[in-house]
């Protein structure tokens, strides 16, 4: 089972995941033409995938998913609320299914445990992702850590988790400050401080990879993200890896 991010941010994000002969895009938030090209960079043909799941509506996440799905006609499964935000994007798709309740469900190799999370969407959800044996956890858009959360993410071995912003940084910059509440909100991103607490409170004794994802470019650095991380962790922070907004991450193996 392994694992890349063509991009991370909120310019555009978008996962895959393999296990076998499975590849599942989480999300797409990128054109078509950059979401082959990016795909191409990691040595993956489009006619390889095996479907798209998506975590939330809003178009970072989910802007290229359907024009995607179209033209590769891959299958997509997304919430009820999720859909109800897009039913005109999505209109006359075929293959689009349901996760009603959250269910797990099997697609082709992959066990795939979606999970419930507070963020500003309509029913969105936040991935575990199986292969029998090995679990990567993904957590990309949350605004604050719920006990549900420690028992999906714990005992995985790999986690991508949102280490968003800097509340320093945030406060500090210049969005306006409808914005900077959202972001800083229970139902916007976590914050350093908050993914490392998160991660803190997690069973971490089979985790293999730890990447910091849906940084800010605006109201965070790099470094910042890896210390956070790394002290809940004791670990040396150059062991955290960042998926970057343009140069994503390359396959991680989850051996």
């Not at 999720?82 to 005109?88: A, P, Q």
């Not at 991380?229 to 991680?252: E, F, H, M, S, T």
């Amino acid at each position: 089972m392994r694992f890349a991010i063509l991009g991370s941010g909120s310019q555009g994000n978008c996962l895959v995941v393999e296990a076998r002969n499975t590849r599942l895009l989480l999300d797409c938030g990128f054109s078509v033409g950059e979401t082959l090209r990016r795909l191409a960079r990691l040595g993956l043909a489009p006619e390889q995938l095996s479907g798209i799941l998506v975590t939330h509506e809003h178009d970072d996440h989910v802007g290229g998913v359907a024009r995607l799905a179209r033209k590769l006609r891959l299958p997509v499964w997304l919430t009820p609320g999720t859909l109800r935000g897009l039913e005109g994007l999505f209109a006359g798709l075929e293959g689009l299914h349901l996760l009603e309740g959250y269910a797990p469900l099997c697609i082709g190799d992959l066990e795939v445990h979606p999970f419930p999370v507070p963020h500003d969407a309509r029913e969105p959800a936040q991935y575990v992702f199986g292969d029998g044996v090995r679990r990567l956890g993904v957590l990309t858009d949350t605004g604050c850590a719920t006990p549900l959360m420690v028992r999906m993410l714990s005992a995985c071995d790999a986690l991508v988790l949102e280490s968003n912003h800097d509340p320093g940084l945030l406060a500090a910059g210049d969005y306006p400050p409808a914005l900077k509440q959202r972001i800083a909100s229970r139902f916007g991103h976590l914050d350093n401080a908050a993914a490392a607490g998160l991660l803190g409170a997690l069973d971490c004794s089979r985790l293999q990879h730890l990447v910091a994802a849906h940084l800010s470019q605006s109201n965070n650095h790099p470094e910042l993200a890896r210390q956070a991380l790394a002290g809940a962790l004791a670990c040396a922070p150059d062991w955290v890896a960042i998926a970057d907004q343009d140069a994503g991450l390359d396959w991680r193996q989850i051996a």
